[in-house]
């Protein structure tokens, strides 16, 4: 299938390049300020806390879509084209939109990679089995979310540097309320025992929290949610549940609740007894009915239902 989706995203960069005559931007809509288009509903909210009103920020993808597996379409592609910014993850995140990003610069398009704000040297590796050079789930990490913050308002500001105070200044006030958030979420961590610190999820979305936080993560499927669990994979980690005395998994709001349902079934066949305790956000925000559109709200959501599933 990968050499359909490479052929759909050149097609869609050629609609760019040739086939797409954008026209410039009227005064007015320079006057509204930066037009920003981010992919991921992470990336949104962080452009539109640092830019505050002085950019017009557009999203890609809604509450419980899953970037790795979203294509583009003809509409997101013109969107991009016009856009003055992109802001995208990296680390082959939005691996579908790899041929239309490399296009932009020639349409005078200024990309902002959230992931090269942070050292080179924290990204995680994945395991060997799997096709990604990174593990690119930047987010969980809220010291790395802060920087990959402070990237986003320097380039910003590089962009539109009439306005660079404010997106400083923004930028500062959103880092000090990831100071909470991170405060926050070690002290709801110290409820759970030690021993209880295992993260059992649908995919391998975690690796950032684990290594920030002191929990040892399990996915059951790889880093990207295209890699499929087979029934090995499931009978392995049905043995570490038992094995571990494990007794909460949890399912993604972006991954079908399949695999984990075959999990809890597996370890109910060797005799133990394992809950769903409970839905988390992965790879996008919620919605605001979830109360869980912005990703402080979105983590705090995560952190508590993690929490009060792990701590008795």
């Known amino acids: 299938m990968k050499h359909v989706y490479k052929l759909i995203s050149g097609l869609l960069t050629l609609f760019i390049l040739a086939g797409c005559q954008v026209t410039p931007p009227t005064e007015e809509?320079?006057?509204s300020g930066l037009s920003v288009v981010a992919t991921t509903s992470m990336i949104a909210d962080l452009a539109h806390r640092v830019g505050g009103e002085h950019v017009t920020v557009t999203g890609l993808m809604g509450p419980g879509v899953d970037p790795h597996d979203y294509q583009p379409s003809t509409s997101d592609v013109i969107k991009m084209g016009e856009a003055d910014v992109v802001i995208y993850n990296g680390l082959s995140l939005e691996e579908r939109f790899v041929e239309v990003f490399d296009s932009l610069s020639e349409r005078g398009v200024l990309s902002i990679v959230v992931a090269e704000g942070i050292s080179e040297r924290d990204y995680r590796n994945p395991e060997e089995d799997?096709?990604?050079?990174?593990?690119?789930?930047?987010?969980?990490s809220?010291?790395?979310?802060?920087?990959?913050?402070q990237h986003v308002a320097d380039q910003l500001s590089e962009k539109d540097p009439e306005n660079a105070s404010a997106y400083q200044q923004n930028a500062k006030e959103y880092i000090e309320d990831l100071e909470e958030l991170d405060a926050y979420?070690?002290?709801?961590i110290e409820e759970v025992p030690e021993q209880s610190r295992y993260l059992v999820t649908a995919?391998?979305?975690?690796?950032?929290?684990?290594?920030?936080?002191?929990?040892?993560?399990?996915?059951?499927?790889?880093?990207?949610?295209?890699?499929?669990?087979?029934?090995?994979?499931?009978?392995?980690?049905?043995?570490?549940l038992v094995e571990k005395e494990i007794r909460a998994v949890f399912v993604e709001s972006s991954v079908s609740p399949r695999n984990i349902e075959a999990l809890i079934e597996a370890a109910g066949s060797r005799g133990h007894e394992v809950t769903n305790a409970g839905e988390l956000y992965s790879d996008a925000l919620g919605s605001a009915e979830e109360n869980a559109e912005t990703y402080i709200k979105m983590y705090t959501s995560n952190i508590d239902t993690i929490v009060d599933a792990l701590k008795d």
């Open 29 to 31: 809509a320079t006057d």
């Open 130 to 140: 799997d096709d990604l050079e990174y593990d690119p789930h930047i987010w969980f």
């Open 185 to 188: 979420i070690r002290e709801r």
């Open 203 to 240: 995919h391998d979305a975690f690796q950032y929290f684990g290594a920030e936080y002191g929990f040892e993560v399990v996915g059951l499927q790889g880093l990207n949610t295209q890699t499929e669990a087979g029934t090995g994979d499931i009978s392995r980690l049905a043995d570490f």
């Open 142 to 149: 809220v010291p790395h979310w802060q920087e990959g913050t």
